[in-house]
Nanobody, 127 residues
Framework: QVQLVESGGGLVQAGASLKLSCVVS????????MAWFRQPPGKERELVAA????????TYADSVKGRFTISRRDAKNTLYLQMNRLKPDDTAVYYC????????????????????WGQGTQVSVSS
């Protein structure tokens, strides 16, 4: 059974950094498109960043471009999200997501494209 376990969330002040991790088990990670989504309080889930499994092609939400970096380390079955210069608007539950197969050169931006989800990790940014 496929499991995704996120870690690294917490409560920080504006301007601080956090690094989220997502460990995947139960399927081959090296041929899995991955993404980070977030759900702010009272709002819909939204894409933060997505990454392909060939070449590490990636895309970001406009609100996080230049501040967040998505990466993957296939040897550790782990997806990362480095978050710098955090803002109060970044407060949300962050989820990692894995797609069951797909084009290796493609990243997927719709939540409906993903088959497996982690339990989420809370990120809270105070002003």
């Amino acid at each position: 059974q496929v499991q995704l376990v996120e870690s690294g969330g917490g409560l920080v002040q504006a301007g601080a950094s956090l690094k989220l991790s997502c460990v995947v088990s139960g399927r081959s990670f090296s041929n899995t498109p991955m993404a980070w989504f977030r759900q702010p309080p009272g709002k819909e889930r939204e894409l933060v960043a997505a990454i392909s499994y060939i070449g590490g092609r990636n895309t970001y939400a406009d609100s996080v471009k230049g501040r967040f970096t998505i990466s993957r380390r296939d040897a550790k079955n782990t997806l990362y999200l480095q978050m710098n210069r955090l803002k109060p608007d970044d407060t949300a539950v962050y989820y990692c997501a894995a797609r069951d197969g797909g084009d290796g050169n493609t990243y997927y931006t719709a939540s409906s494209s993903y088959d497996y989800w982690g339990q989420g990790t809370q990120v809270s940014v105070s002003s």
